[in-house]
Nanobody
Framework: QVQLVESGGGLVQTGASLRLSCAAS????????MGWFRQAPGKEREFVAA????????KHADSVKGRFTISRDNAKNTVYLQMNSLKPEDTAVYYC??????????????????WGQGTQVTVSS
């Protein structure tokens, strides 16, 4: 069992940057693949980025590639999402998720076992 707590969301203007953090409880964080998803009002939850347990490999959605970067610090039990050049269409609730079973850079929600409560990111134009 792992608990995930996101932080770092907020209201920013177009072009600004934010760094989201997701702190995980438990001793086995370094065994999990981690992912970030987002959900805008009236839309389905969508994949943003994923990272392997060691941090050696990552995957980013085409919509954020070149602007967002996922990373992790296993010593701090934390995964990050650095978001640069934010756009109004990035407005959503952002969720981090942990995968302890599938262990691949999954893009589907079903591939993740644990979820945080989400943090709101709002980008004004």
């Amino acid at each position: 069992q792992v608990q995930l707590v996101e932080s770092g969301g907020g209201l920013v203007q177009t072009g600004a940057s934010l760094r989201l953090s997701c702190a995980a409880s438990g001793r086995t964080f370094s065994n999990y693949y981690m992912g970030w998803f987002r959900q805008a009002p009236g839309k389905e939850r969508e994949f943003v980025a994923a990272i392997t347990s060691s941090g050696a490999r990552t995957k980013h959605a085409d919509s954020v590639k070149g602007r967002f970067t996922i990373s992790r610090d296993n010593a701090k039990n934390t995964v990050y999402l650095q978001m640069n050049s934010l756009k109004p269409e990035d407005t959503a609730v952002y969720y981090c998720a942990a995968d302890r079973t599938t262990l691949r850079l999954g893009v589907r929600s079903i591939e993740y076992d644990y979820w945080g409560q989400g943090t709101q990111v709002t980008v004004s134009s």
